[in-house]
């Protein structure tokens, strides 16, 4: 395979690469344009008002579309700049109802977190009802993150609170997933249908259930929700409770309302059953009491599935899902083409059955999407300012992206060479001043701290610079260690990363050992480790955590941290060889069905999975020489 020049970045929006395939490379006018956009979108993204000024002087037109996220400068000022800059864009034609891909700046400064500007927006006239081509709208995105004034103003203009997007969900399915309770009672209160499944057969209290949000749960109970309703699975809210959340709050109210405990789902299993192999003890306690004792006896019948098998399901779907994704995009990614390679790598090198055709054509789609950039970017050495043609460089993500698609690389074992070297070089002179690679855009939980960012920036770094480069490079990974240990680590993921970027950087085992001991004290009483204080254990952190302390610490798979979070991630996996890992961030990605479970929570639950796969493998004995077919 031809891997020429490989700077693949995970982009924000889909539709970049047919923008580069189309463009004339060669050409220099085009490319001192795409110099100047380049300049105006990264001022729009780091927030420099004089900078979007000075960048609109030399000529850019701001109504243009940007070749990375196909979207004009308002759209990306909404979402990532400030009020100023909008109003300088509109000061200059930029048009106020231009749409795109991701709806209108009203959507685009809803999925910003600016709600102040997008009430603003609508008071200058621009459109309330504009949806993406996910079919999210502005009220959906602002009740999912709590905006109450700007939902109410949403109300107020008569947008519609059942509209539905294009996987079924309802604004207020949208607030019930968050755990947006005065959203949930503001969007009845308007006349949102309580009982409006999506199209998994999902209603607003089965979301609030599953994720253990009993002030949620008790808004739509007292609303006449339906707890006897189930979904594609044939699980009722109490099932999916049993499953995901074992909150015994939830629980009760659902069994007060009327739920019935002998209910089953697909897999046959009733709640009791669900919530005690998962080790939800008091839910399973209050569960037994209410399960009939046929019900009982028939379900302690178990065929246990041996751990090798369990990770060889998740590669199994992992790999389905890679090409599910490959067929329905025309973007490589951080997710499906970078983490899922690096989970690939470490199970193929525990010798784990792994298909070679899925890695390689995950390498080609790698290698296409950069190939009509080759060039231009070979340029560089001529002229620094081609560096800002960078896919993502434009919109500060150039080292998250790059990070995880070269460290995917290296885990199946693309070796470095002269075409991987100029792109690893940029990745290590995005390094900020303090030694961390930051980002710009919020995409929990793969891009929500800069030591996970800074951990996949030191891993492309040492795979790919150039050996001449190594006093540069050596230099690099000194700061970056100096950074990594000024701080206390805030969540369980920061002290996870941290741990594992670290090694990266060349820490002493003193220095590691450190971290990992502010890693484990982090552990939550059910051996996982959770996302935010707030929230609950899951595969995602837990399973990084887990690797973490094994593969970069050293501890032993018999260390009881260690041990206990294997437990955990073992008793909460899916039949189908799956973790369910809610999703939390606001999505500036447009959704669609990239065949994994778990609906619009599917990104953020391959990622979890994709590290409990990496956290099992390495915990595993080894299968044998033969890692691939």
């Not at 539709?15 to 189309?22: D, F, K, M, R």
């Not at 993406?132 to 609170?161: C, E, F, H, I, W």
């Not at 002179?429 to 951990?455: C, K, V």
């Not at 790919?464 to 805030?490: D, H, N, S, T």
């Amino acid at each position: 395979m031809k891997l020429s020049v490989i700077l693949a970045t995970c982009v924000v929006m889909l539709g970049s690469s047919a923008v580069w395939a189309q463009a004339p490379v060669h050409d220099q006018k085009w490319i001192e344009n795409e110099i100047r956009k380049a300049d105006l979108f990264h001022a729009l993204t780091v927030g420099d008002p004089e900078g979007v000024k000075a960048a609109l002087k030399r000529g850019v037109d701001p109504n243009c579309t940007n070749s990375t996220i196909t979207a004009q400068p308002l759209l990306w000022a909404a979402l990532a700049s400030t009020r100023a800059n909008v109003e300088t864009l509109l000061a200059a034609g930029a048009r106020l109802n231009q749409t795109g891909p991701y709806g209108n700046c009203v959507t685009c400064a809803v999925v910003g977190r600016h709600e102040e500007l997008a009430l603003a927006l609508l008071a200058k006239g621009a459109s309330p009802n504009e949806q993406r081509v996910d079919g999210a709208t502005a009220l959906s995105l602002a009740a999912a993150d709590g905006q109450g004034r700007l939902v109410l103003r949403l109300l107020a203009m008569k947008v519609n609170p059942n509209q539905q997007d294009r996987d079924g969900a309802t604004p207020l399915i949208w607030a019930a997933r968050r755990n947006q309770s005065a959203m949930v009672e503001a969007l009845i209160a308007s006349g949102a249908k309580v009982d409006l499944a999506d199209s998994h057969g999902r209603t607003p209290l089965m979301y609030a259930s599953m994720n253990g949000f009993p002030a949620v749960v008790s808004t739509l109970l007292q609303h006449r929700a339906k707890p006897e309703l189930r979904d594609q699975g044939k699980a009722t809210a109490l099932l999916l409770a049993a499953r995901y959340s074992g909150d015994q709050r939830v629980i009760r109210a659902l069994l007060n309302a009327g739920a019935s405990a002998a209910d089953v789902d697909a897999s046959g299993k009733c709640g009791w059953k669900l919530a005690s192999s998962r080790r939800y003890d008091e839910a399973a306690a209050m569960l037994r009491a209410k399960t009939p004792s046929a019900l009982l006896a028939q379900a302690r019948a178990t065929n246990p599935i041996s751990v090798s098998r369990r990770i060889q399901n998740s590669i199994g779907l992992i790999q389905t899902s890679i090409r599910a994704f490959q067929q329905r995009t025309n973007c490589a990614s951080c997710h499906q083409e970078g983490l899922a390679l690096v989970a690939l790598g470490a199970a193929k090198d525990r010798g784990f059955a792994v298909d070679g055709k899925v890695i390689e054509e995950a390498l080609q789609r790698i290698g296409s999407d950069s190939e009509n950039l080759g060039p231009v970017l070979a340029q560089i050495p001529a002229n620094p300012e081609i560096a800002k043609l960078a896919p993502a460089y434009d919109i500060g993500d150039l080292a998250p992206g790059s990070g995880y698609i070269f460290a995917g690389m290296h885990a199946v074992g693309v070796p470095g060479n002269p075409g991987l070297a100029g792109p690893a070089m940029l990745i290590a002179q995005n390094q900020e001043r303090d030694g961390s690679w930051r980002y710009y855009f919020h995409r929990e939980p793969m891009q929500s701290n800069f030591a996970t960012i800074s951990l996949f920036a030191l891993k492309a770094m040492n795979a790919y610079a150039p050996p001449e480069a190594a006093p540069m490079i050596e230099q690099a990974r000194v700061k970056a260690r100096a950074f990594l240990l000024g701080f206390r680590a805030e969540t369980a993921e920061i002290a996870a990363a941290r741990v594992l970027a670290l090694q990266e950087a060349g820490a002493s085992a003193g220095e590691v050992s450190g971290c990992a001991r502010e890693l484990v004290a982090l552990q939550r009483p059910d051996g996982g480790w959770s996302q935010t204080p707030s929230t609950t254990s899951d595969a995602y952190v837990t399973g990084m955590a887990v690797y973490a302390l094994h593969k970069a610490a050293g501890l032993p798979a018999t260390e009881p941290a260690v041990a206990r979070g294997v437990q955990f991630l073992l008793r909460t996996q899916d039949e189908d060889g799956s973790w369910y890992v809610n999703k939390r961030c606001m999505p500036g990605n447009t959704y669609f069905n990239a065949g994994f479970p778990h609906g619009q929570s599917q990104f953020s639950s391959f990622a979890g999975t994709a590290w409990a796969v990496m956290a099992l493998t390495e915990t595993s004995p080894a299968q044998g020489k033969t890692a691939s077919r």
